[in-house]
């Protein structure tokens, strides 16, 4: 907490370790301080009101009144300041431990948030005081002796003993809360994080206390990512967004890596709208670039949403995701972008009758199959453009007419045709997922036996 000087610690001649010496033992001073001591006791609640007062008048947290109001700072100051005179006097402590005090106010004050230095401070203030007092009773003392001055010193040496010995107890009892506090707060947050995962935000007490523990809005813009990575060298993925300005917060999760991130606000021109493709949001492509370049993850991610309680869908979105990308590839894709393989991933018998209908002669050519389906996917991705297609696969324009006629031919479907692009698209991408083993690709510059 935070008090002015003293606190428990173990009985006067038994203290931890067995180190301690009673300052009020026999012999020297011993005699002075236990009358100083007991003198000061019975008048114990007034010196508590002014050590109380001097805290206030040079502290705002404690003059504010909260969170530690004038109460509760007079209760324990004047445990404090009873352990320490019992204490420096030698005296039997009325409560079996000396420095209870200080580690009671060292864990109060943790959990009210003070700061140590603010509690250290009144500490300090509070030896003050009593130092203060203590020098009055000293100076009005009948018969003082010639050294008197040696006596007051030797008297602020036992004070200033006890006041540093009881503020390393109520630091070390403050630290020691302020951990077990963090343990707790980060135990509930992650309770909270994995409920909003598993889908129970419906609850919107939940879902509140879910935003207020990770500290983020329960509205705003986010999406959840799915990351695969050996557990032995887990992604560092919150530093590699938060310096793009990306909040996020992640668990491991079925031996993958599950967080929520918090996108950045939507930046729109005059007169344009603020919605559109995800895939043309800078903070979408910023995020998935961060992702892939500075993770090496393989990683799925779902579409924006806007309530945290949408986490557990979201979640489910993204896994989807991350299951059509190749293991350890380092890919990293939007749901959006991977509609059809979210689609042929969860159905093996779909998937493999589309490559059979689209594709199955092409399939079955045996050699030529690698060649033809290399510049099939080409030709598609560059707009059905032969020499597009032709200038990715270092091969003449013709080689690639040459190949879509002979697909065409194999299929007995005409490449003008729309209706026969789309099922080759979608054969493409289902072929995967069908079961079926695709031939590898060929080299770049492979020829055709036809020379071209």
Request: hydrophobic share 40%.
């Amino acid at each position: 907490m935070t008090h002015s000087s003293a606190a428990p610690g173990e009985s006067a001649g038994a203290r931890s370790g067995g180190s301690h010496t009673p300052l009020g033992g026999a012999g020297g001073s011993g005699a002075l301080r236990r009358s100083l001591a007991t003198t000061m006791l019975a008048d114990v609640d007034r010196l508590t009101d002014r050590a109380v007062d001097d805290i206030r008048a040079h502290s705002g947290t404690y003059a504010s009144g909260a969170p530690v109001t004038r109460e509760d700072l007079w209760e324990i100051c004047r445990d404090n300041l009873l352990r320490a005179l019992e204490d420096f006097g030698g005296l039997d402590a009325t409560g079996g431990d000396f420095e209870w005090a200080a580690r009671e106010t060292g864990r109060r004050r943790a959990e009210q948030g003070v700061p140590l230095d603010t509690v250290l401070q009144a500490y300090r203030r509070g030896g003050r005081v009593l130092w203060q007092v203590m020098s009055e009773h000293l100076r009005v003392r009948a018969g003082r002796e010639s050294d008197s001055r040696d006596i007051e010193l030797d008297m602020a040496s036992g004070v200033w003993e006890t006041i540093d010995r009881y503020s390393v107890a109520m630091a070390d009892a403050y630290r020691i809360a302020q951990l077990e506090l963090q343990s707790r707060q980060d135990t509930r947050r992650v309770a909270l994080f994995e409920a909003l995962l598993d889908g129970r935000a419906d609850d919107p007490a939940v879902a509140s206390a879910a935003a207020a523990a990770l500290g983020v809005p329960a509205v705003d813009r986010y999406v959840v990512v799915v990351a695969a990575q050996d557990p032995a060298a887990p992604p560092h993925l919150a530093p590699a967004l938060e310096a793009h300005g990306m909040w996020s917060f992640w668990r491991p999760r079925s031996g993958r890596y599950a967080g929520v991130v918090r996108l950045p606000r939507r930046v729109t021109s005059p007169g344009r709208p603020a919605s559109g493709p995800a895939a043309a949001d800078p903070a979408v492509r910023t995020l998935l670039a961060a992702l892939r370049e500075r993770t090496g993850a393989t990683a799925g991610v779902s579409p924006e949403f806007e309530r945290l309680s949408q986490a557990g869908r979201a979640l489910r979105l993204a896994e989807q995701t991350l299951r059509t990308l190749r293991a350890g590839s380092g890919e990293v894709a939007g749901f959006d972008a991977r509609l059809a393989e979210v689609l042929l991933s969860g159905r093996t018998d779909i998937a493999e009758r589309i490559v059979t209908v689209h594709l199955g002669p092409v399939l079955a050519t045996g050699g030529e199959r690698a060649a033809l389906l290399t510049t099939l996917r080409a030709w598609l991705d560059h707009g059905c453009s032969a020499s597009r297609a032709a200038e990715q696969l270092y091969c003449h324009r013709n080689t690639v007419l040459n190949r879509i006629g002979r697909i065409a031919e194999l299929t007995g479907r005409s490449s003008e045709s729309g209706e026969a692009r789309l099922g080759w698209a979608l054969a493409l991408r289902a072929l995967p997922y069908a079961g079926l083993a695709a031939a590898p690709a060929p080299a770049a510059g492979e020829r055709d036996a036809d020379g071209t």
